[in-house]
């Protein structure tokens, strides 16, 4: 497809939606960009979010994927896809690596049955970059004002996820950028910019 779809990753905390918003904001009027976030991102997908971030519910591993990978392929369908067609460039905030690293590592679901999972739902869709904000697990979780439900399992519980995130990063150099996430928030919006900048030339 003509677009370029950038993925923002990372633990809880990490600061992905801050650097999602500056980034979209350096690429405005540059590129046309469609901002967007996951769980969510389509009207469907956005009640599923309700339903899988309510602390109030108490969710398997299993029943937990599939309602990600629900919303996904919504997502993808009606958000996604339609505007990569149109050469626009998408930044999310969490895609399949995020369900690969929660539910298919910490989950203990298995990488290649959530992989898999996530093939289906997106038609094998991916991002062309992958953003990995690296945070300490104490330091993102601190950050949380009215934790979620996800946000509120425990630090090896994130922990985990953390590290699931690097060895991701680690297995497909070419897709991914990884950045300390303990700089200032301008440090590291001016290394994303210059990396996505160098890929959309």
Avoid: W
């Amino acid at each position: 497809m003509p677009g370029f779809f950038i993925a923002f990753e990372g633990g809880d905390g990490a600061g992905k939606s801050t650097q999602v918003k500056l980034l979209a904001a350096a690429l405005q009027g540059k590129r046309e960009v469609v901002v967007t976030r996951e769980p969510g991102g389509s009207d469907v997908a956005e009640h599923i979010r309700e339903v899988l971030l309510n602390p109030n519910h108490r969710i398997d591993g299993m029943t937990e994927a599939l309602l990600f990978a629900a919303a996904r392929a919504d997502h993808v369908s009606k958000v996604i896809r339609p505007a990569l067609e149109q050469n626009r460039v998408v930044i999310c905030d969490r895609f399949v690596d995020s369900s690969i690293a929660y539910q298919g590592v910490a989950r203990n679901l298995g990488i290649e049955m959530v992989r898999e999972l996530n093939q289906i739902a997106t038609n094998n869709l991916m991002p062309d970059l992958t953003i990995v904000l690296d945070v300490s697990t104490d330091a993102g979780l601190a950050r949380a004002q009215e934790p979620n439900r996800m946000e509120n399992e425990g630090a090896d519980f994130h922990e985990i996820v953390k590290d699931a995130f690097i060895e991701l990063a680690k297995q497909e150099l070419a897709r991914y950028l990884v950045v300390a996430a303990n700089q200032s928030r301008e440090a590291i919006a001016e290394i994303i910019l210059q990396e996505v900048s160098e890929r959309l030339k």
